[in-house]
């Protein structure tokens, strides 16, 4: 039988193969976080709308857009949710188990003193923090992460 299998997919070279694995695979939606810091050591958190009311503060993240390269996601949604610029450094984790999102983290550095604007559709609030003291109302994966990555 794997036989008969192998030789049928050498049939289908070309767009009919991608096309079998596009509709036999999950597709995924790739959410990336960034751990952005300042020249201080100190993490930038943000007060999320959208996320649970008890939860609310967290990371910088959003989703990657088609074709985007993963460090370029956190400098746009630094940009996006609070006018500062980022330069994304080392690739910190991928994790997968989500129902149809693969999450990443990035770490990256804060450029210049550029004051925050807020981006208020998605964003209550931005504030920077030390990382040992860190608010209440915390996503305890955002957690994890700071304290995996604290420089000092």
């Given at each position: 039988m794997k036989r008969l299998v192998a030789r049928l997919w050498r049939l289908f070279r070309g767009p009919l193969q991608w096309r079998i694995l596009w509709f036999a695979h999950a597709k995924f939606m790739v959410g990336v976080t960034g751990v952005v810091r300042n020249e201080a050591g100190q993490v930038l958190l943000l007060k999320?709308?959208?996320?649970?009311?008890?939860?609310?503060?967290?990371?910088?993240?959003?989703?990657?857009?088609?074709?985007?390269?993963?460090?370029?996601?956190?400098?746009?949604?630094v940009k996006e949710e609070t006018g500062l610029d980022v330069v994304p450094g080392r690739l910190l984790t991928v994790t997968s188990g989500y129902r149809l999102r693969v999450e990443v983290a990035y770490e990256a550095l804060c450029t210049g003193d550029d004051p925050l604007k807020i981006d208020t559709f998605e964003i209550l609030e931005a504030q920077w923090f030390d990382p040992d003291s860190l608010p209440e109302g915390m996503q305890d994966s955002h957690r994890q992460l700071i304290k995996n990555t604290d420089p000092s």
């Open positions: 999320h709308r959208m996320w649970p009311p008890e939860r609310p503060w967290g990371l910088p993240t959003g989703y990657a857009v088609k074709g985007e390269e993963f460090p370029l996601t956190v400098a746009r949604e």
